[in-house]
């Protein structure tokens, strides 16, 4: 709790003081309850992005999706999901962040439920696109939650190396799991699931969580509809491009109506008395390399799960089931790694540790462009894949540290807000760009070559991707971190 800045004398000091220590004590004993729930949410946020991964197939058969259509399984999903976090963090802050993150529960347990229950393709990609506003909703509050209930220093560390693994592992963990109920049960199980785990998470949430102070304000809603409708123009004009080009009417009247609206948006941000996202966030090169960054770098991540499945299942003939298991060694090592983070980074620093990572993830994608409907699983696709792997579980909690470094108090709700918009952009962008390259020169060929060749191109250009996340974290986090000048952005 922080002392009111208008408050003076004795009185109001003492019971300032008073207020405090007894939430204190109160955050101390529920401390390792608040972890759970944050991490058992985070893990099905998480886990929904994937576990429709190994599941795409078989859903594309049953709903009638078309090739370039397909992505839009994933894409609607973060794409909500990333529009709309920065006004979730905000309303979280406003309203109060234990009754948005029981909001966001209910909101996406129930699309949940819808998504289990649909019969064409416009149904699901709906239902996606409501259960991303209920991610959108609660994601912010996770965060921001833990930096509140954990202090700053080796505790706090702790936890969010916690929270990356949870992000890293259920990501690996979906696939695995999606390959699993789609083989041997249906794809919609993996979406029913979430009604027993929300309903409980909302009744321990209720129980556990504190409400936060709630501070007078007023929603940005002309920055959560542009900076929404501009991605969802951009991400349409990138996926459009894939079967109908870059030179096609439609894709470029879309790229430069989501150009447009994201200067709008900047704009209205800069007048906004109370904006969804303070841009004085950016004055620190080092958060805004870590934005940046974070957004390339899950852009190459997820085009590398979701074109790694379409190879295993369509080139290789492998079964859901076989394809999930196939990426348990990455799971493995960066469930490992991530766990090892903390006392990597007390020994190396955060960004020697990141920039580490980040090259590992490099080396594994470059390998895996070479691959061929021959090359076997041990040598062409196991070793690249673990080396991926061991860099997304060391490079997602010195993003996060990163991204929320140095952040005052009151723009807490909306620097965890921005990390998940960062995290959700990158997916639905990474994938709308992956799928355009991977169609490059593809004219002419059939079958298991198309497929093979859509598998490189996508590789290639996911390792162009982290290459550039290399580029700006060695340039803008390396340099920046610890220096009291990066450390805070102010006005």
């Known amino acids: 709790m922080e002392l009111n800045e208008n408050g003076s004398g004795p009185v109001a000091q003492v019971r300032a003081q008073t207020c405090t220590s007894e939430a204190t004590r109160k955050a101390l004993g529920s401390r390792p309850a608040i972890l759970a729930i944050i991490l058992i949410s985070y893990v099905m946020i998480v886990l929904d992005i994937s576990i429709v991964i190994t599941g795409l197939p078989k859903i594309h058969r049953d709903l009638g999706f078309t090739d370039a259509g397909l992505s839009w399984v994933s894409s609607a999903y973060t794409l909500t999901f990333g529009g709309f976090l920065l006004l979730g963090a905000r309303a979280g802050d406003i309203l109060g962040r234990r009754k948005m993150f029981v909001t966001g529960l209910l909101i996406f347990t129930v699309a949940s439920l819808a998504i289990g229950l649909a019969q064409s393709a416009e149904w699901l990609i709906a239902a996606r696109a409501i259960q991303g506003v209920g991610a959108a909703t609660l994601a912010p509050s996770t965060l921001a939650l833990l930096q509140t209930n954990f202090p700053a220093g080796p505790e706090r560390t702790r936890a969010l190396a916690y929270y990356a693994a949870a992000a890293g592992v259920s990501a690996s963990v979906g696939l695995v799991v999606g390959g699993l109920l789609a083989d041997w049960l249906s794809w919609r199980v993996g979406f029913f699931i979430n009604l027993p785990v929300g309903a409980g998470l909302i009744l321990a949430a209720r129980r556990y969580i504190a409400e936060s102070e709630q501070r007078s304000g007023r929603f940005d809603m002309i920055g959560a509809l542009t900076s929404t409708v501009a991605m969802s123009t951009l991400v349409f004009g990138i996926v459009h491009a894939a079967t109908a080009g870059w030179d096609d009417m439609v894709t470029m009247e879309s790229l430069a109506a989501g150009l447009g609206l994201l200067t709008l948006f900047v704009l209205a941000e800069r007048r906004a008395k109370q904006p969804i996202m303070p841009l004085r966030l950016f004055a620190s090169r080092e958060r805004a390399g870590a934005y940046a960054a974070r957004i390339l770098f899950l852009g190459a991540n997820v085009g590398f799960f979701f074109f790694s499945t379409q190879l295993m299942q369509a080139v290789r003939g492998m079964s859901p089931t076989q394809t999930g298991m196939a990426f348990l060694p990455a799971m493995i090592v960066n469930f490992v790694t991530a766990m090892t983070v903390p006392r990597l980074a007390r020994r190396l620093g955060n960004p020697l540790v ?39 579980g060391g490079a997602l909690g010195p993003l996060t540290t990163a991204g929320i470094a140095g952040v005052a108090p009151e723009d807490a709700g909306a620097a965890s807000g921005l990390v998940n918009a960062a995290h959700q952009l990158g997916s639905s962008l990474g994938l709308g760009i992956l799928v355009a390259v991977s169609a490059i020169h593809s004219e002419g060929l059939s079958g298991v070559l198309l497929l093979t060749h859509r598998v490189q191109n996508a590789m290639l250009g996911a390792a162009a991707m982290l290459a550039l996340a290399l580029v700006l974290v060695l340039s803008m986090i390396v340099p920046g971190a610890g220096s009291p000048r990066h450390a805070r952005g102010t006005r």
Do not use: F, K
């Open 354 to 392: 990141l920039a580490l990572s980040i090259g590992l993830s490099l080396t594994g994608m470059v390998w895996l462009s070479r691959v061929t409907a021959d090359t076997t699983y041990l040598a062409g696709l196991a070793l690249p894949m673990m080396l991926i792997g061991v860099g997304q």
